[in-house]
């Protein structure tokens, strides 16, 4: 089993950038694929990127592609989603998820995750 913890959401104005971190408990974090999500007020949980548990894999949703990046860092148990041009409409508490898929990198259905964090809250302002 494995525990989540985001963080490094806040405040941002439009076009600025903001890191979400999201650190996992346990020795086992490499052996999990991660993935973000998020959810707007009144909206359902969005996929947003994933990871391989490697690393050498990464797959982005078309709305932020060229915007966010998703990256991990094994040795410190830790998920990052780097968000830049940041708009309005990410307005959204973002989730990181841990999935058990080793071959490939999770796709965008909540179903193929196992564990999830307790979310961080990311407001862009105009």
């Known amino acids: 089993q494995v525990q989540l913890v985001e963080s490094g959401g806040g405040l941002v104005q439009a076009g600025g950038s903001l890191r979400l971190s999201c650190a996992a408990s346990?020795?086992?974090?490499?052996?999990?694929?991660m993935g973000w999500f998020c959810q707007a007020p009144g909206k359902e949980r969005e996929f947003v990127a994933s990871i391989s548990w490697s690393g050498g894999l990464t797959y982005h949703a078309d709305s932020v592609k060229g915007r966010f990046t998703i990256s991990r860092d094994n040795a410190k148990n830790t998920v990052y989603l780097q968000m830049n041009s940041l708009k309005p409409e990410d307005t959204a508490v973002y989730y990181c998820?841990?999935?058990?898929?080793?071959?490939?990198?999770?796709?965008?259905?909540?179903?193929?995750?196992?564990?999830w964090g307790q979310g961080t809250q990311v407001t862009v302002s105009s």
């Open positions: 346990g020795r086992t974090f490499s052996s999990y694929a």
């Open positions: 998820a841990a999935s058990r898929l080793r071959l490939g990198v999770p796709g965008g259905s909540q179903k193929e995750y196992d564990y």
